[in-house]
């Protein structure tokens, strides 16, 4: 069941790709800020520690991908596009620094190892 969950969250991901909204001819500032922000969405718990913080970080993003798919589908001009996207990727930042900062408080860190 928690890889299932992983999964969903990451197949959500991957189906937002297509919910872009027809007035857009152009990507949006915000929305490739929320690409971005999409392709920091952590797939695994922090040291393999599956707990309520990792199983609230996926259903947070879960229903974050879910809002900004309703919010798009509602946008009625190009603001409330952006107004979309813009808060999709606050959503996102956020939960994925809460989560972090929780794990760190309980002696577990999260890295990134870039390589040139």
């Known amino acids: 069941m928690r890889t299932t969950i992983a999964r969903t969250v990451i197949a959500a991901a991957a189906l937002l790709g297509g919910a872009t909204h027809a007035l857009a001819t152009e990507m949006l500032l915000e929305e490739r800020l ?3 922000e999409e392709a920091r969405i952590i797939a695994s718990p ?3 520690i599956q707990n ?4 609230d970080y996926l259903g947070d993003v879960v229903e974050a991908q879910e809002e900004l798919v309703s919010d798009l589908n ?3 001009d190009l603001e409330d596009l952006r107004d979309a996207w813009e808060e999709y990727t606050h959503e996102l930042r956020h939960e994925r620094e809460h989560y972090v900062d929780e794990m760190a408080e ?3 860190r999260s890295f990134t190892i870039t390589v040139d």
């Open 46 to 48: 922090i040291a393999g």
């Open 34 to 36: 929320a690409r971005a």
């Open 74 to 76: 509602r946008a009625s």
């Open 52 to 55: 309520h913080l990792w199983f």
């Open 106 to 108: 309980r002696g577990y």
